[in-house]
Every structure is written in C-alpha cells, then in structure tokens.
C-alpha cells in the first residue's frame, strides 16, 4: 500500500508470529501429554523446543528483513499513500499489544515458556510498530526518504535481540539449570523445618523443564529408624514442597546415619 520498507518488515514479522504461534499450540499440546513408559518424566520440554524454535524464526525474520532495508538504501524512494498505511499499522498493533498482555499474563499464571516467549515475540513486535510509526511519520515530514529503510534496519537489529533472549531462557530449561537462589532457598527451608526425626538432608539437586520442576536429595535418618517411619516423613517433606512450589516432581533417596555428611541441610 506504501512502499515503505519500515512497514514491509513490521508485516514480515508479524507474519513470523503467526507460525511460531501456531508452533506454541502444537508445543503446549505435547506438553500436556502425561508421562508413559517411554517419556517417563514427562514431556514437559516440548514447550522448551517450541521457545528455541520461535527465537530461531524470530532471527531468520530479523535477517530478511535486513535484506530489504540493505537494497532499500542502496535506492531510497519516495513513499506512496503513506497515511493508510500508518492507519493499517495502527489497527493491527492495537490489536498485538491486547494479545501481548493475555499471552505474557498467562504465560506468567500457568509457568508455560511457549506461551512467554511467544508473549515477548508479540511485545517486540508492538515496540517496533511504533518506532516504525513515528519513523514513516517522520520520513513523511522531512522528505528524506532514506529514513524508511534505515527503521527497518533498526526494527531488525530489535527483532534480533528479542530472538536472542527468547532463545537463552529456553536454553536455560533444555540444559536442566537449577531453579532460581529465591526459589532453591525456599526449598531448602522447608526440607529443614518438615523433615522432623531425620538427621540431615544433602546432595540437593533441582531442575526445571516446562511447567514442571524436579527436586532430588538424599535424605539421612537414624538407622533404628523404621522403614515406615522414613516413609512418613518422605510424604511429609513431599507435600509440604509442593505446597511451596507448584508442579513439582519430588524425588528423595533414604540413607542411614552413618551416610552423614554434616554439609548438607540441617533437620530444625
């Protein structure tokens, strides 16, 4: 409708958003599956893969939008019906901002990494519309038609550090890092203030993958402790760590006192 580069490279990677959340539905699906025989620990990664990939198209869009900025200004040229093409513009990122704030708001609700990032995309998206609004407006205004192409150039230079932080929190759940200090302090707390009659825990492990997040530790008891008796307080600490955090998988390995290593966590 205009001719703008600017606005060529808004759609490019709106319509980039348009695949990658259709990815997030099929990723978030997957995700949902409950663990079989085969993914005995679920299939909670599948929103992790969907993130990586939606950064990995965010790139590629920031890339052929370079591409059209470059040979825009090796030959700069004067826009066409500029004014309905800032009016289009201006629909279709109200529009994103709402969908913006539902998906990052639920992302944020249910812990899903597919929908966050997909939800971060669409901000990045939102922000560069209106630089691109005002640079056209701009442009328009001052005659130099050189400034369309340069915007496009700034909106993919965006576009590429948005695809990069997608990716790097995702990669973060793919490589099973820990959980967060504030998070990991709070599972600490609770193991000591629940685990009445233990000696001390140790050999603290947590990941998380998805929504879901997965604590380990060997647990030390007397050894004239019986086995139900451990079992009882395994089932304590267990319910007492999901009612801190949400979705998690606990895993807790039993030794006997003489397995102490007066270096983990002390039973309060």
Do not use: F, K, Y
């Given at each position: 409708m205009t001719g703008s580069i600017a606005l060529l490279s808004?759609?490019?990677?709106?319509t980039v958003n348009v695949v990658t959340a259709i990815a997030a539905l099929i990723a978030i699906r997957v995700a949902a599956v409950p663990a079989d025989a085969h993914h005995p620990y679920g299939h909670h990664k599948a929103e992790l893969f969907s993130a990586v990939?939606?950064?990995?198209?965010?790139i590629i869009a920031a890339l052929l939008i370079m591409r059209e900025a470059y040979h825009g200004l090796m030959a700069p040229r004067v826009l066409d019906a500029p004014l309905q093409g800032l009016l289009v513009n201006g629909a279709a990122s109200a529009i994103n901002a709402l969908w913006c704030w539902l998906l990052l708001s639920q992302g944020r609700k249910r812990r899903s990494p597919a929908l966050t990032a997909d939800g971060h995309h669409l901000l990045s998206d939102v922000i560069s519309s209106i630089?691109?609004?005002f640079g056209v407006l701009l442009a328009i205004e001052t005659g130099w038609a050189i400034l369309d192409?340069?915007?496009?150039g700034l909106v993919a230079i965006n576009i590429l550090w948005s695809g990069w932080k997608v990716m790097r929190s995702s990669m973060s759940g793919l490589l099973d890092e820990a959980v967060p200090d504030d998070v990991l302090a709070k599972v600490r707390e609770t193991i000591a203030l629940e685990a009445t009659g233990?000696?001390?825990?140790?050999d603290l492990r947590t990941r998380h993958?998805?929504?879901a997040t997965f604590i380990e530790f060997h647990l030390v008891v007397p050894?004239?402790?019986?086995?139900?008796?451990?079992?009882?307080?395994?089932?304590?600490?267990e319910a007492a760590l999901k009612a801190v955090v949400k979705?998690?998988?606990v895993t807790i390995h039993v030794e006997p006192e003489y397995k102490a290593k007066h270096s983990g966590i002390v039973v309060l």
């Open positions: 808004d759609a490019l990677e709106s990939l939606e950064g990995v198209m965010i630089g691109v609004t192409p340069a915007l496009a233990a000696v001390e825990a140790h993958a998805g929504q050894g004239e402790q019986t086995v139900a008796a451990a079992h009882e307080t395994c089932d304590r600490i979705d998690c998988v």
